[in-house]
């Protein structure tokens, strides 16, 4: 038998049953609707970020024309609002907004991008708090749901695809009767099951693929090569995985009815259960420490500061040499009492959250190692960072914004402590931020251990099938 | 005659499924499964309401223990109030995960509730939770179809069906037997989890629980299951053998159960578009910027009150006004900020609440939806109730900050304002925060989409088993014929 009869025949097979390709369409359409999803998603964020863009942009503008005019003799709009001030400047109205453009692949998984904030407001009050008041306006219902998108696809239906096309792909001919006269001829069940299950695989993987490089081409980016490969690579071990797991289920020989009830179970557990047990026994083995209390700590931080403001300026005049160039340190403009009290605030809240910041570190990783338990985790984690929308992307871009914030305070602190105006001319000079992102081998890195992991249970599940099946005779 | 004949029947199927070691052993997965998720659930509840309580105590000290100070400082030091779960929050979290917990309350401006658990947590919380609610909901409807796929085929299959109507018993009979016995078993199955979950709530452990919403949580759960039991039945009646209405009943719990929850979302989220944070911010900004800037004392609106003030008193300047001009300043300024934060934040609920209500539309299609709606209700722990707590903890805010603005009115002379102090005892005569769930009758009442669709879910069902009825004889015999 040629590859190409093998094709040839499976192919007039699946078509002649009407359930299969009823199964097949919809899975077609379905991944057509969550990739048009995961763009209009994309195409959301992208809006969201350039109107935030052009809001660094214009506010900038209004600021430069607004000084110009003061310096032409113009009175302020109020002495609250003077953007001569270094702390109006660095402040609110001088804001800047700093922002992570959509991952790569956003258009396939939407992951965690819905969820994190991708956008934070930097001014010189900036600090740990405001990382936590970035929630989205987005309905709670529909985050608790999670996102039609290609990932969810390929994570939850996928299997059960593979499992239908595959679930009877040797018990069907023993029922039949074909089996035996099928292995009198130079072949070997483990090169049938082999043949019919490659042919299966081309037809799912392919379509799979297929719309997933036509979502690249659309809303991705094709110039990121390494995501991309990571992509296909955790579709293919997945989907192989549970053709495999279909080989060797049919390898030991049970009826075809069996065969679907164990699949399915297993579907049920790996993908359903599993997560969802670990997800609680997760919550209790491993607690995250209370959120509550870092936002009772900050508060007790501010009561403390606004009483020794004097003091802590001294402190702080001491500990930043640098800042008090200018400073009368024997009649301190309220600016610079302001201030130190602010930073003393931020330090403290920085303290609190380093502790609660590692404690959670710690807990996740634990949480994290469970993911081995289940492919279906480990595809996702895979998906969604090859995707650029997963958890570490995010923390990474909130560090970053941490860094500029301290460039930004860096740039406008020395002016408050000296009680000095500032003018159009600083402008030029004022911090822009610039996302570093992740470089794709960083990613391939990362994601390599879960999709290592992943093909390491493939091989052994295919090991035990390829054994299973080297055992079956035609006489069976 | 028709009732003990159906019994039989219903004995028949419950005798088979013990004799079946693998839905056997599939029943104590589900009860030990079920069990498991109820305690770590109460765990889990137990320990947060213990730290928000403890905070929420240590938040109110804070506030008491204040020393003397100027209102308007105290305005700025702000208020700090927790989320409170439904004490049902063990049985069904509803969106509580999703949802922030703790909402600064200051002078000014409303901020958005933040430290939401999920986005602490990683990304398999997308996975979902083994919830008590979960066990009932997702895991018990596979269950049954496990346990009553075969119930009528499987007598057609052995021939035994022709058998049993050749005995006398109608079809009707046999059917209702089916479902009886079916619904038995999962009878069976879903016991221990609402046996714990009443013996956890009546102790009182989580909060008081009113035994109505118990109650109706039994309701909506055993209609949610019977429905399921009915398709079962109904499948096993008219396929034309066990193993296709074992694929049929699957397909249909991932159509309903899986994948129609996040395909609801989908199109909901694409008919209602909600702004992002950031527009939505600027649209606030925009509505404030419409009306008085009270920091700005040539801002017509408060010149204009000015001018009313004066003439109400008859004085020449605010500085002879009897009460503090700044205080009353304040307190125009707060009223009219909040009026437009307020219709702009109620605008934005009202999108979700649209999008909300296409969900209840796919209810129609998907019970699950329709029976995770209702029970997040009665729970208390569905959107409304993280809506009701924006509200109060709102209200409650503007409370405060109004009666601190007419402290600053009246107690604070308006020369040298700033430099006074009022005495720390007022702090202890401000109210306290409490989150008042919003009452079960007025959320049941918001649901009658998925009221009607659950009911829909058991009638549908038997009006298909009547008609199959006909049938079933009919396809008997030409199985056992052929």
Avoid at chain 1, 292 to 319: G, H, I, K, P
Avoid at chain 2, 227 to 255: D, E, K, N, P, Q
């Amino acid at each position: 038998m040629t590859a190409r009869t093998v094709i040839r025949n499976e192919w007039r097979l699946l078509m002649a049953d009407r359930p299969l390709r009823i199964a097949l369409g919809l899975f077609a359409l379905l991944l057509v609707y969550a990739l048009a999803n995961g763009v209009v998603w994309t195409r959301f964020q992208e809006r969201t970020v350039e109107v935030a863009q052009i809001g660094n942009v214009e506010r900038a503008q209004a600021l430069v024309r607004e000084l110009a005019d003061i310096e032409n003799g113009a009175e302020p709009a109020s002495r609250f609002s003077d953007p001569r001030l270094p702390n109006v400047l660095g402040g609110a109205r001088g804001r800047h907004t700093a922002v992570l453009t959509p991952g790569p692949l956003t258009a396939l998984a939407v992951g965690q991008s819905d969820l994190l904030p991708y956008y934070y407001d930097v001014n010189i009050y900036t600090n740990e708090s405001s990382f936590h008041q970035n929630g989205e306006v987005e309905s709670p219902l529909n985050l608790m749901v999670g996102r039609f998108d290609l990932a969810f696809v390929v994570v939850y239906l996928l299997p059960l695809l593979v499992l239908a096309l595959s679930f009877n792909v040797l018990s069907e001919e023993r029922e039949q009767g074909t089996l035996a006269l099928t292995l009198s001829q130079p072949v070997s069940a483990r090169g049938i099951v082999a043949a019919k299950l490659a042919f299966r695989a081309l037809l799912v993987v392919g379509m799979v693929l297929t719309v997933s490089l036509a979502g690249i081409l659309v809303a991705g980016d094709l110039g990121d090569p390494g995501r991309v490969l990571l992509w296909c690579a955790a579709v293919v071990a997945y989907a192989l995985f549970w053709f495999v797991l279909a080989a060797w289920v049919n390898s030991l020989r049970r009826s075809s009815a069996w065969n679907a009830t164990v699949l399915v179970g297993a579907w049920l557990v790996l993908v359903v259960v599993l997560p969802a047990a670990i997800n609680i026994a997760a919550g209790l083995l491993h607690p995250l420490p209370s959120r509550v209390q870092m936002v009772t700590a900050q508060r007790e931080a501010s009561n403390e500061a606004v009483n020794q403001r004097s003091e802590l300026l001294a402190r702080y005049l001491e500990d930043h040499p640098e800042m008090a160039e200018g400073v009368v340190a024997d009649e301190p403009g309220l600016g610079a009492l302001a201030w130190a009290a602010t930073d003393a605030v931020n330090r403290r809240l920085e303290e609190v959250t380093a502790e609660h910041d590692a404690r959670r570190a710690e807990q996740i990783a634990l949480v994290r190692r469970y993911r081995f338990l289940s492919p279906a985790l480990l595809a996702q984690e895979v998906l969604i960072d090859a995707a650029g929308t997963g958890d570490a992307r995010f923390a990474a871009f909130q560090s970053q914004v941490r860094v500029f914030a301290e460039r930004w305070r860096e740039f406008f602190v020395p002016a408050i402590l000296a009680s000095e105006q500032m003018n159009a001319g600083v402008l030029s000079d004022v911090p822009r931020f610039r996302l570093a992102d992740e470089a794709s081998a960083d990613v391939v890195r990362r994601a390599g251990v879960p999709l290592a992991v992943l093909i390491g249970l493939l091989g052994l599940v295919g090991a035990g099938a390829g054994v299973g099946l080297g055992r079956v005779r035609g006489a069976d | 005659m028709g009732l003990r004949n159906a019994l039989l029947v219903a004995r028949r199927q419950v005798g088979a499924v013990r004799e079946d070691r693998y839905v056997v052993f599939l029943l104590g997965l589900v009860i030990a499964l079920g069990v498991v998720a109820v305690l770590g659930a109460r765990h889990h509840a137990a320990s947060e309401a213990e730290q928000r309580a403890r905070y929420q105590a240590m938040v109110e000290r804070q506030w008491v223990e204040q020393p003397d100070r100027h209102p308007h400082r105290v305005i700025h030091y702000g208020f700090l109030v927790f989320r409170e779960e439904a004490p049902l929050a063990f049985f069904d979290p509803g969106v509580g995960a999703w949802a922030g917990t703790s909402l600064f309350l200051e002078g000014h401006r409303q901020n958005t509730a933040n430290f939401g658990e999920a986005r602490h947590a990683t990304g398999m919380l997308r996975f979902g939770r083994l919830t008590p609610a979960a066990v009932l909901s997702l895991l018990l409807p596979l269950f049954v179809v496990v346990a009553g796929f075969a119930s009528v085929s499987a007598e057609r299959e052995r021939g035994t069906l022709r058998l049993l109507l050749a005995q006398g018993a109608t079809p009707a009979q046999i059917l209702a037997g089916k479902v009886l016995g079916t619904g038995a078993v999962a009878a069976l199955a879903a016991l221990p989890v609402g046996l714990a979950t009443v013996a956890i709530a009546g102790s009182g452990a989580v909060g008081p629980v009113s035994a109505g919403r118990v109650a109706g949580l039994a309701a909506i759960y055993a209609a949610y299951l019977a429905g399921w039991v009915l398709v079962t039945v109904l499948a096993s009646s008219f396929r034309a053998s066990s193993r296709s209405a074992l694929a049929l009943l699957i397909a249909v719990w991932v159509a309903l159960c899986v994948a129609a929850p996040r395909l609801g979302a989908s199109v909901a989220g694409a008919l209602h578009p909600l702004p992002s944070r950031a527009e939505f911010t600027h649209q606030v900004e925009l509505a404030m910027n419409e009306v008085g800037d009270s920091h700005n004392p040539q801002d017509p609106f408060f010149r204009a009150l000015r001018d009313e003030y004066l003439a109400r008193y008859e004085v020449a300047s605010v500085e002879e006004l009897p009460v503090n001009w700044g205080g009353v300043v304040s307190r125009e300024g707060e009223a009219i900020s909040s009026r437009i934060q307020e219709e702009q934040q109620r605008d934005l609920v009202e999108g979700q609440r649209r999008q909300d209500r296409v969900l209840s539309w796919t209810g129609l299609i998907s019970p699950y939806l329709a029976a995770r709606d209702l029970s997040m209700a009665v729970s208390g722990t569905g959107p409304e109730a993280v809506e009701a707590f924006r509200a109060q903890a709102e209200a409650h805010r503007y409370d405060i900050i109004q009666r601190l603005n007419d402290l600053h009115i009246n107690e604070i002379r308006y020369e040298n304002d700033r430099a006074q102090r009022l005495s720390r005892e007022h702090w202890a005569e401000f109210p306290t925060f409490g989150t008042r769930p919003p009452p079960v009758g007025g959320t049941l009442a918001a649901r009658s989409l998925s009221l009607s669709a659950l009911t829909l879910w058991i009638l549908l069902p038997l009006l298909g088993l009547g008609l199959a009825r006909g049938r079933l004889a009919r396809v008997g015999v030409e199985r056992s014929g052929s």
